[in-house]
């Protein structure tokens, strides 16, 4: 049998000695509020309760323990919980890695485009810095040939 079935089943045993436990308890105190009460009686069902209940409870620390040893990932034959834990902490670990790619891509996307804006203006700043250049120039040039000349031959 497959050890989470051998699990269920000492569970199961546990339960039955629960309700064991419950019924002696019951019935030693359908005994003690009679009138006429017997004792022994009494008392034989008040052994058997707390007979039981140690019972129960040694079955219990047992599957407590074997589940403490289970959840703090030390290795067990036949539980596939440590490799789920691995696994699902793997999962939160890729997520938390794609979040931080995908936070950095963003602030990378946005510091490019805000030095291409930044490269546009200067550009178009020297574009225009030239353009006026090349009018002064012109300009300059139309009022040398504007000018009248003087003649040198006049004096």
């Known amino acids: 049998m497959s050890p989470p079935m051998e699990r269920i089943q000492i569970l199961e045993a546990i339960e039955k000695d629960i309700i064991t436990c419950?019924?002696?308890?019951?019935?030693a105190f359908m005994e003690l509020s009679k009138d006429k009460s017997n004792s022994k009686q009494a008392?034989?069902?008040?052994?058997?309760?707390?007979?039981?209940?140690?019972?129960?409870?040694?079955?219990?620390?047992?599957?407590i323990n074997y589940l403490t040893q289970v959840s703090t990932g030390q290795p067990?034959?036949?539980?596939?919980?440590?490799?789920?834990?691995?696994?699902?902490?793997?999962?939160?670990?890729?997520?938390?890695?794609?979040?931080?790619?995908?936070?950095?891509?963003?602030?990378?996307?946005?510091h490019l485009h805000s030095r291409n804006l930044a490269n546009l203006g200067r550009s178009q700043q020297?574009?225009?810095?030239?353009?006026?250049?090349q009018q002064q120039q012109m300009a300059s040039n139309n009022i040398s040939v504007q000018q009248p000349q003087t003649n040198s031959s006049a004096s």
């Open 22 to 27: 419950l019924q002696s308890a019951g019935q």
């Open 43 to 63: 008392e034989g069902q008040t052994h058997q309760f707390i007979k039981t209940l140690g019972l129960v409870e040694s079955k219990l620390s047992e599957q």
């Open 76 to 110: 067990h034959e036949g539980s596939g919980y440590e490799s789920q834990k691995v696994l699902q902490m793997a999962w939160h670990r890729l997520q938390h890695v794609r979040s931080r790619v995908d936070e950095l891509e963003r602030i990378k996307n946005k």
């Open 126 to 133: 020297s574009q225009q810095q030239q353009q006026q250049q």
